[in-house]
């Protein structure tokens, strides 16, 4: 797998989704002993936690029904979006969004599975410092 400063390593990364980022991200730190990677703008945080990842995403990008609201998302890192994504739409996967190469260096796509729950698929397609598109890297690194 082709490494990208914009992402964590990890392959599998959840995404929760909350009103506030930085007061969630700010609580999960605290409580939890998670530590900020990465802002990207006001909407997104990248924590990590030893090897593994999690990203806080503000509830404004979830659906706006309050009866479809979605509170997670799972991200998961392939090797190549575009065969994954025809796997998947071939196998049933309802496709929210094709698969479309970000500024960020990530292909994804996004689809939910036959039981409502969402997935984003990510390749990354080039290392980009997230100082490039806008993200602000954070100086320490968390527990191990």
């Known amino acids: ?6 992402i964590p390593s990890c392959q599998v990364i959840p995404e929760l989704f909350y009103p506030d980022v930085s007061a969630a991200a700010d609580w999960l730190c605290a409580a939890f002993g998670f530590a900020r990677r990465l802002s990207i703008a006001d909407h997104r945080i990248q ?8 990203v ?24 190549d979006a575009d065969a994954h994504h025809e796997r998947a739409r071939a196998a049933g996967a309802r ?21 409502g729950h969402r997935w984003t698929f990510s390749q990354s397609v080039a290392d980009v410092d997230p100082r490039e598109w806008g993200g602000s890297l954070a100086t320490t690194d968390g527990p191990s």
């Open 95 to 115: 496709i929210s969004s094709p698969p479309t190469t970000y500024p960020f260096g990530e292909r994804q796509y996004s689809a939910q599975d036959p039981f």
């Open 1 to 6: 797998m082709r490494p990208n400063r914009s």
């Open 56 to 79: 806080v995403v503000g509830a404004e990008a979830a659906v706006a029904a309050p009866s479809a609201r979605a509170t997670h998302s799972v991200l998961v890192r392939v090797d």
């Open 47 to 54: 924590l990590t936690y030893g090897s593994g990842a999690l």
